[in-house]
């Protein structure tokens, strides 16, 4: 059995490797013609896997019979397609949230250093209420921050208590944190799911961080209103038209990173994983590996804390030991500036640093740290005193 695999996949030679010959190669050239002797295919977000590229590769004899996304987005492929030549299609559901509710607390931490207010002050809205936006209310939540959901889908499933309508969050919350998916047909379609009208309906002091598809935001209305009156703040992780992004949007945005919000070791080697699982199941072949194999030990295990620092400091001080979300900004800066947009994008995330996720930090409180302990644990952080 031939197996292709995004270069982007780690974990791959020791998850796939006893399965079958394996091929290699980056996500973007994986094509139609790539796929002419590949029996099991496993990608990640930027490999385009439409009705056409299917129907081309099968039409060309492509044994193809498994798809593996190592990713919780789907939206680049399309499963009916896969469905109609009866290919098997695996995702990683929820593989990489802790690595997103990292992103967006370093980053509010972040925000709130330098515009000088509290995170405990603030009404966070959360727009998709899933793996993601799930973990993130409950982080939020336990650390006494106010938070409001909006999900119609879930609200139509499980009944509307506990849940907002979007525009009572733009009326309401002073953080508005989007993960939603990328839906572009049904009864609650995301595509520029914050339009022009709400864009400009955001008041004033508002901050904006999208995490979940670049097309659920309109980014030239984003623009206009943050080049205009400048009085929102806005944190992209994802855009329209990835990895040729507009530099302008990238300028205005306070924290602008490569679509990299998920981008923990532990989140890509739990996507791997959840997709070697679906394979061997598909193969009726025992998955042999555990997760705990392919994890190495993190290279900041503990640090300590000792005396007089406030909860939003001692917070900000153990998520930058794990991940600071600045670095990230400031390489997309200089990659992009120095190879052009599209390729410094990529660029960005094919030789992405090492990044551990906050729960592998053991945090050790001193005396006069340990009334941070609860907010620190709250946060998703271990500790021990
Ligand atoms: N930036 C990144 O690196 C990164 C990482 C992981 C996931 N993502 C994106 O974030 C998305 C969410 O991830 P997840 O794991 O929470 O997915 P999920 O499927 O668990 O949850 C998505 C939630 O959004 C809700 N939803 C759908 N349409 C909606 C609408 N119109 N308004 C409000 N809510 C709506 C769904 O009901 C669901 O509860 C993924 O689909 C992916 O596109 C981005
Ligand atoms: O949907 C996801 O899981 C994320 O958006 C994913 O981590 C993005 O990374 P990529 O697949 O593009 O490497």
Not at 129 to 147: D, F, P, T, W
Not at 181 to 186: A, Y
Request: net charge negative; proline share 6%; aromatic share 4%.
């Amino acid at each position: 059995m031939k197996i292709l695999v995004d270069a982007n996949v780690p974990g791959a030679e020791a998850c796939f490797g006893p399965l079958g010959e394996l091929v290699r190669l980056p996500g973007r050239e994986i094509d139609a013609a790539a796929l002419r002797d590949i029996d099991a295919l496993v990608i990640r977000s930027i490999t385009r896997l439409d009705a056409a590229t299917l129907d081309t590769a099968m039409a060309e004899g492509s044994p193809l019979r498994f798809v593996g996304t190592c990713t919780i987005g789907i939206d680049h492929v399309d499963p009916a397609a896969l469905a109609r030549h009866g290919i098997a299609f695996a995702s990683a559901p929820g593989c990489n949230a802790e690595a997103v509710v990292d992103y967006v607390l370093t980053s509010l931490l972040t925000l709130a250093e330098r515009q000088d207010w509290q995170l405990v002050s603030r009404r966070v809205g959360i727009v998709g209420a899933g793996n993601v936006g799930g973990r993130l209310r409950a982080r939020l939540s336990a650390m006494g921050v106010e938070c409001l959901a909006c999900d119609p889908p879930r609200a139509q499933a499980e009944g509307s208590a506990g849940y907002e309508s979007l525009d009572t969050l733009i009326e309401t919350c002073d953080i508005l944190c989007l993960h939603t998916p990328l839906v572009k047909k049904g009864a609650y379609p995301t595509h520029h799911l914050l339009d022009a009208r709400r864009i400009a309906e955001l008041a004033p002091g508002t901050v904006l961080l999208n995490a979940g598809r670049g097309d659920c935001v309109d980014g030239a209305a984003l623009r206009q209103r943050l080049a205009g009156p400048g009085d929102i703040t806005a944190v992209l992780d994802v855009w329209e038209r990835e990895p040729a992004i507009d530099p302008a949007l990238r300028d205005l945005a306070e924290i602008a990173t490569p679509h990299i919000a998920g981008y923990s070791l532990d989140g890509k080697l739990r996507g791997t994983h959840q997709v070697y699982a679906a394979l061997c199941r598909s193969l009726g072949l025992p998955a042999r590996l555990g997760l705990d194999d392919l994890l190495p030990p993190p290279p900041v295990p503990r640090m300590v804390l000792e005396n007089g620092l406030d909860p939003d400091e001692a917070l900000r001080l153990c998520l930058r030991t794990v991940y600071d979300v600045r670095r990230d900004h400031d390489s997309l800066l200089r990659e992009s500036r120095r190879l052009g947009m599209a390729q410094g994008f990529d660029t960005c995330r094919a030789h992405y640093p090492l990044r551990r996720e906050l729960s592998t930090l053991t945090v050790e409180l001193g005396a006069g740290a340990r009334e941070v302990g609860p907010w620190l644990q709250a946060a998703g952080a271990r500790t021990s005193s």
